[in-house]
């Protein structure tokens, strides 16, 4: 393999005081969910590389963020208590005005109390919109093998095309070049038709990563990226979910 293993692998990272003050704080008040916001923190830290976003909380504000940021934009509802945010209306893609910022943000915010009247809503998350390929990258933890790392096509159709890899963590370079090549969907980012091609290196990086957090952060119980979104600029995580095990926490904390 030609590819340079040192540049690839991935940053130790045990101790990231970041991503160690959102777990204590997530142990603390016993809340295995990881909100949008805080997971997206938490693989920043980890090189993961972000679509450009801004958290706001009222409508004026929203329609200032998204003129600062250009059209077309995305908004999208933040709460730890909203995991699934397309299901209840908490998404709303292609934005193209001031006008529809301005009922877009109406309308999240009311679907969001018709289908969780109870939710903690923190605020609207004002994104860059992006276009490319949608990507997936997860990980699960079985009782008996412990964690896996899953890569595949993604977006809000993941379920129904189930097109996913998947190895046990650790894995190292040639495991996630492996990877890449056992999605049937992988001539979609690797440019079929005009699309975006992925670089090959920078979503081993990502593997990579992942698999290196989990080994360090193993109270992980699952997270997905979902969309990671191929673009004509590279790669970018558009959604994180992350869930802790709060027990296996408690188990093996240190004192
Ligand atoms: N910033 C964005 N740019 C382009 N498309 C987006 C963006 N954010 C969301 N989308 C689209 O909307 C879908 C759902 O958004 P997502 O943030 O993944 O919410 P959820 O999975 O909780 O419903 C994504 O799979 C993607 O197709
Ligand atoms: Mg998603």
């Known amino acids: ?54 958290l706001v909380t ?9 003129e600062e940021f250009g059209f077309p934009v995305v908004f999208k509802v933040v709460s730890p208590d909203i995991s699934h945010k397309t299901e209840i209306g908490g998404v709303k893609v292609g934005i193209q005005n001031p006008e529809e910022a301005r009922a877009a943000y109406k309308s999240i915010m009311e679907s969001v109390k018709k289908h969780k009247p109870n939710a903690r809503i923190e605020g609207i998350m004002v994104e860059e919109q992006v276009s490319g390929s949608e990507l997936f990258v997860g990980v699960t933890k079985d009782p ?26 650790p894995i190292g370079v040639s495991d996630a070049y492996e990877m890449l090549q056992e999605i049937r969907g992988k001539k979609i980012y690797e440019g079929y038709r005009g699309r975006p ?57 240190k004192d």
């Open 197 to 253: 091609k992925a670089d090959p290196k920078e979503l081993v990086k990502v593997l990579l990563s992942v698999s290196q957090f989990i080994e360090n952060y193993p109270m992980v119980k699952e997270m997905d990226i979902n969309p990671l979104m191929v673009t004509f600029d590279g790669i970018k995580a558009i959604d994180a979910r992350i869930i802790l095990d709060l027990e296996y926490a408690e188990k093996n904390k």
């Open 58 to 66: 009222s409508e004026d504000e929203a329609v200032k963020v998204a």
């Open 1 to 54: 393999m030609s590819e340079n293993t040192a540049e690839l692998e991935a940053n130790k990272m045990s101790e990231n005081p970041v991503i160690q003050k959102i777990f204590e704080k997530a142990i603390k008040n016993q809340e295995p969910f990881l909100g949008y916001e805080e997971s997206r923190r938490v693989l920043a830290e980890i090189g993961i590389p972000f679509n450009k976003t801004k």
């Open 144 to 169: 008996q093998f412990g964690h896996m790392i899953g890569f595949g096509m993604g977006g809000i159709f993941v379920e129904v095309y189930k097109d996913v890899t998947f190895r046990l963590i």
